[in-house]
């Protein structure tokens, strides 16, 4: 997969992320203040629901930008230079062992792999 399009559907990810917390917290917030305020309480207090709104808003994505770079450091990354280190191989003809850092979601992926190359280089 081209590393453009991995980028593209991470920001897609992301941005679906974003929205689908942003519009829980929305609902929530709404649901506790329509219990705990009259409706002209509400009103009355549009400016101090709007500047909430925004503040949660921008906290919201910052988490989420946050959350969405640990995952893809540890699965995307990997994919990357797994792909990088495979055409490598295939180009040069030289099977070795695939690295992956500890940590990586990938790492038992890469486990089986590794036995695949190890048969690989026993028949040649």
């Known amino acids: 997969m081209p590393k453009k399009r991995i980028q593209l559907e991470l920001i897609k990810f992301t941005i679906c992320v974003f929205f689908?917390?942003?519009?829980?917290?929305?609902?929530?917030?709404?649901?506790?203040?329509?219990?705990?305020?009259p409706s002209s309480l509400i009103l009355q207090s549009k400016a101090r629901?709007?500047?909430f709104g925004l503040v949660t808003?921008?906290?919201?994505?910052?988490?989420?930008?946050?959350?969405?770079q640990w995952f893809t450091y540890r699965t995307i990354g990997p994919i990357v230079r797994l792909e990088?280190?495979?055409?490598?191989?295939?180009?040069?003809?030289?099977?070795r062992p695939?690295?992956?850092?500890?940590?990586d979601?990938?790492?038992?992926?890469?486990?089986?792999?590794?036995?695949?190359?190890?048969?690989?280089?026993?028949?040649?």
């Open 105 to 124: 979601i990938l790492q038992g992926l890469i486990e089986h792999f590794n036995l695949l190359i190890e048969k690989l280089i026993q028949k040649r």
């Open 98 to 103: 695939l690295t992956v850092r500890k940590g």
């Open 20 to 37: 689908v917390l942003l519009f829980v917290t929305a609902v929530n917030f709404y649901s506790f203040l329509s219990t705990m305020l």
């Open 49 to 51: 629901i709007i500047i």
């Open 57 to 68: 808003t921008v906290l919201i994505f910052g988490i989420t930008w946050m959350l969405v």
């Open 84 to 95: 990088r280190e495979i055409k490598s191989m295939v180009d040069s003809g030289d099977y």
